[in-house]
């Protein structure tokens, strides 16, 4: 099996910033992609950021700026810094994981149990 455990959220004031960290660890023979979604009370889950296959990254076009993601040098931790936070920043944060067992195989994925942000004065 696949765990991934998330540490670092909490409250902070609008404009601050956080840091998120996600240690994944279990058996697999590829990445397929490794990153964050967050929901929010009544709303859907939406990815925030992500490392793909080929090396690329994504994010959402909300955090485009304020938000960077990045892997530890062991690549099985993955980090989410986030500045100039903001109300609508409020949010349960999990870290995903897409990966193979097998070259060419079926891509699993696994979920973290999510850290909760909240932004408010």
């Known amino acids: 099996q696949v765990q991934l455990v998330e540490s670092g959220g909490g409250l902070v004031q609008p404009g601050g910033s956080l840091r998120l960290s996600c240690a994944a660890s279990?058996?697999?023979?590829?990445?397929?992609?490794l990153g964050w979604y967050r929901q929010a009370p009544g709303k859907e889950r939406e990815l925030v950021a992500v490392?793909?296959?080929?090396?690329?990254?994504n994010y959402a076009d909300s955090v485009k700026g304020r938000f960077t993601i990045s892997r530890t040098n062991a690549k099985d931790t993955v980090l989410l810094e986030m500045t100039s936070l903001k109300p609508e920043d409020t949010a349960v944060y999990h870290c995903?994981?897409?990966?193979?067992?097998?070259?060419?195989?079926?891509?699993?994925?696994?979920w973290g149990q999510g850290t909760q942000v909240t932004v408010s004065s």
């Open positions: 279990g058996n697999w023979f590829s990445i397929y992609a």
């Open positions: 490392f793909t296959s080929d090396a690329t990254t």
């Open positions: 995903y994981l897409e990966y193979r067992t097998a070259p060419g195989g079926t891509i699993f994925d696994s």
